[in-house]
C-alpha cells in the first residue's frame, strides 16, 4: 500500500504517464504552480525552505515508488517538481521569471552538464533527485545573473 502511495505520488498523481515528454509536463506543473500562488508568498524570506525541506520526503518517496517501477523510471516526476522549484527560490514573482526558469531547467535537465550526470548516478532516489536539484541550482544562477544585470520582472 504504501508503495502504491509513493508511486501515485511520484507520478504527481500520474501526470508522468502523460504519453510524450513526462518530465516536461511535470515540470509544467511546477509551473503552474508557481504562477498561480501569490507574490506573497512566493517573495517570502523563508520561501527558500519549500524545496530545500522538501527534497529528503521526495528522495524517500521516489526511493520507495522506484521498488516498483524501472530504475529513474520516466514516469516518476516528482523529482523535476521539485527542481524547478530551486530555479526560482531567492527571486521575485514574475511570469518572465517563471517562464525562463522553465527553459534552463528543461536544458539543464535534458542535457545534464557535469556534474549533473554524475548525481544520476547516486543510488536509489538520490541520484533520482539529486540530477534535478542541481539542474534547479544551475538555472537558479543562471536567473540570478540575468536578474541582476537586466532587472528580468
Given amino acids: ?46 520561501f527558500w525552505l519549500f524545496p530545500i525541506l522538501l527534497t529528503i520526503p521526495v528522495v524517500t518517496i521516489v526511493s520507495e515508488a522506484e521498488k516498483g517501477m524501472n530504475r529513474d523510471d520516466k514516469r516518476i516526476v516528482l523529482d523535476e ?3 524547478y ?3 526560482i527560490i531567492f527571486l521575485p514573482k514574475s511570469i518572465i521569471i517563471g517562464v525562463i526558469a522553465f527553459l534552463l531547467f528543461r536544458f539543464f535537465d535534458i542535457y545534464k ?16 533527485v539529486a540530477d534535478d536539484v542541481m539542474a ?12 541582476f544585470i537586466f532587472l528580468l520582472t
Fill in 1 to 46: 500500500m504504501l508503495r502504491k502511495i509513493c508511486k501515485i505520488i511520484s507520478t504527481l498523481f500520474y501526470i508522468g504517464y502523460f504519453p510524450i515528454a513526462p518530465g516536461t509536463v511535470g515540470t509544467l506543473a511546477a509551473l503552474i504552480l508557481y504562477l498561480l500562488l501569490p507574490a506573497s508568498v512566493i517573495d517570502l524570506p523563508c
Fill in 85 to 87: 522549484f530551486y530555479a
Fill in 81 to 83: 517538481f521539485i527542481g
Fill in 136 to 147: 534547479g541550482i544551475y538555472a537558479n544562477l543562471i536567473l540570478q545573473v540575468g536578474y
Fill in 113 to 128: 552538464p557535469p556534474p549533473i550526470n554524475d548525481l544520476q548516478k547516486w543510488p536509489s532516489g538520490w541520484g533520482v
